[in-house]
């Protein structure tokens, strides 16, 4: 899964999923050399689903995954909260299903406290997928 990095390396990670999409369709039309332009662009659009959701993925959560210097503020007794982990978080979008990572606290104090702090991507909601 794709933790901060460069706009460079995101960009690679695209043209990477991108040219692995291209490939698929060129064995895909090798093996069916009679198909129609109709069947083609089914094909492809499932595979531009898949190609959507892993783009996104890698836009969003190769910016940020919600991790601060400073953990956040506990909203029941207001000690700062600690670093725990990454967890999943999937966003059902129109192109595709992109899975993102987001950074969680959780308190030393209260039991079950735990908080995923927004990134850049404020808007963006989803849900936890584990
Ligand atoms: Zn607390």
Redesign the pocket.
């Known amino acids: 899964m794709s933790r901060p990095q460069s706009r460079n390396r995101r960009k690679e990670a695209f043209m990477k999923e991108a040219e692995r999409m291209y490939e698929q369709l060129e064995e895909w039309y090798d093996k069916h050399p009679e198909a129609s332009f109709g069947e083609i662009e089914t094909e492809a659009r499932k595979r531009r689903r898949e190609l959507m959701g892993k783009v996104l993925a890698e836009l969003v959560n190769g910016r940020d995954v919600g991790v601060q210097m400073k953990g956040p503020r ?6 700062e ?1 600690e670093f725990e982990g990454y967890r999943k978080w999937g966003v059902h979008g129109l192109e595709g299903e992109s899975e993102l990572e987001r950074a969680y606290y959780v ?4 039991e079950g ?1 735990t908080v995923f702090p927004p990134g850049s991507e404020t808007k963006v909601t989803g849900r936890p997928l584990e």
């Open positions: 506990c909203p029941h007794c207001a000690a909260m308190c030393p104090n209260c406290e």
